[in-house]
């Protein structure tokens, strides 16, 4: 009688779940709950975020270690080289960052006289537009361009920090990579004992193993792409352009004008207006040809998560994990949207909401063709 007065509601607001509580209230209580796990995750973000970059790496070198051992090769061997690889690729991205980093630091002072040049001849066109610019020339001596090699060299420290929580995260990429080798089992006992959780997780690994393979792959192909117009154009620096473009495409929405503007700025500096604007141009029509039309055919669903959600998840996983949470945006969101909605029948109607997809459907799986039974053979006499 209770549980049937508690659902007798109008158009179900004030619904109560078995023990009674109004849905209402355990919205409340659902959102306290996330402001308070977020704070925690924010005085952790030094030690969650490596882990869980270290994590989503080693699930997508993961299929390395299966050739591997298809090759007859020993499992403690095959954990080696998965880990050997992922060094490499740690190594291979801070190493070119940093390096990137340091050339920018030391070439900026020579734009000092280039940039008070630009700057007289933008005062000039605003006097002819009747502009009073008699206060804005003592502004210059204010403005010391190489006071932007401080800003590059501390996004420098900031990269160099990284590599001092190599040992923490060394140790986690030796832990992972090993434990890798037993892997199969225990999911072979979650998918015994929890169904639903075990389809959760493969879920995830699937798509995060796709979202950094793609993600990286185009990554360096618009690199490649910008890095060679660059150097057609002769705008200095080329090669530390396309580290960062190649870098910024891990960030979504917002990182084609993390790697737009240095350069257009640098061809200003050197080159002029004309030249800035062709870069400018040249860069918004390598990244709409290959990242609009192009990579969508290949990345298909792998984050599945709409551009507006992908944009929000950006500002708050940074806000949370700090700089780190940039670039474990779409993965961090993934992970939330396929363990705790997709695979959650209670919370499912809120993937209706952040999913790319708006059909709520269930895509039909793939059967395997059957081979079409001969017909029978009559026997007749005669």
Not at 106 to 123: C, G, I, M, R, V
């Amino acid at each position: 009688m209770a549980t049937e007065q508690a659902r007798t509601t109008d158009d179900g607001a004030g619904t109560a779940d078995r023990s009674g509580v109004p849905l209402p209230l355990w919205g409340v209580l659902v959102a306290a709950g996330l402001v308070i796990l977020c704070a925690g995750l924010r005085e952790v973000a030094d030690i969650i975020a490596p882990i869980f970059l270290m994590v989503t790496l080693v699930i997508t070198v993961h299929p390395l270690r299966k050739v591997l051992l298809r090759w007859h090769f020993p499992n403690w061997l095959a954990s080696l080289l998965v880990l050997i690889v992922i060094y490499l690729m740690m190594a291979v991205i801070l190493g070119a960052v940093a390096l990137s980093v340091t050339q920018l630091a030391l070439q900026l002072p020579n734009y000092q006289k280039a940039f008070e040049s630009l700057y007289d001849w933008a005062l000039g066109t605003l006097r002819q537009f009747g502009v009073d610019t008699s206060d804005w020339r003592g502004m210059l001596s204010k403005i010391d361009i190489g006071s932007f090699t401080g800003a590059a060299q501390g996004v420098l420290a900031g990269v160099t920090s990284a590599f001092s929580l190599v040992g923490l995260m060394a140790l986690t990429v030796i832990f992972l990579a090993f434990d890798g080798a037993g892997a199969r089992a225990r999911m072979l006992i979650v998918r015994r004992l929890k169904p639903g959780v075990a389809d959760a997780f493969a879920d995830f690994a699937h798509r995060v193993r796709s979202y950094w393979i793609v993600t990286t792959v185009f990554g360096l192909i618009v690199a490649g792409f910008d890095v060679i117009a660059l150097l057609i154009m002769g705008v200095p620096l080329a090669l530390t352009w396309g580290v960062l473009a190649f870098v910024s495409n891990y960030i979504p929405n917002v990182g084609f004008i993390i790697g737009l503007i240095p350069p257009v700025v640098i061809a200003l500096l050197e080159s002029g207006p004309g030249m800035a604007l062709a870069v400018a141009i040249t860069y918004a029509v390598i990244n709409f040809f290959i990242q609009t039309l192009i990579q969508p055919r290949f990345t298909g669903d792998a984050a599945g998560i709409n551009a507006t959600i992908a944009f929000i998840s950006l500002i708050f996983w940074a806000s949370i994990l700090g700089p780190l949470g940039a670039l474990l945006a779409v993965p961090a969101t993934l992970f939330v949207k396929v363990v705790l909605i997709d695979h959650s029948p209670n919370a499912r109607w809120f993937g209706a909401l952040i999913n790319s997809d708006s059909d709520d459907k269930p895509k039909p799986k793939k059967r395997k063709r059957s081979k079409p039974t001969p017909p029978a053979v009559s026997v007749e006499g005669g």
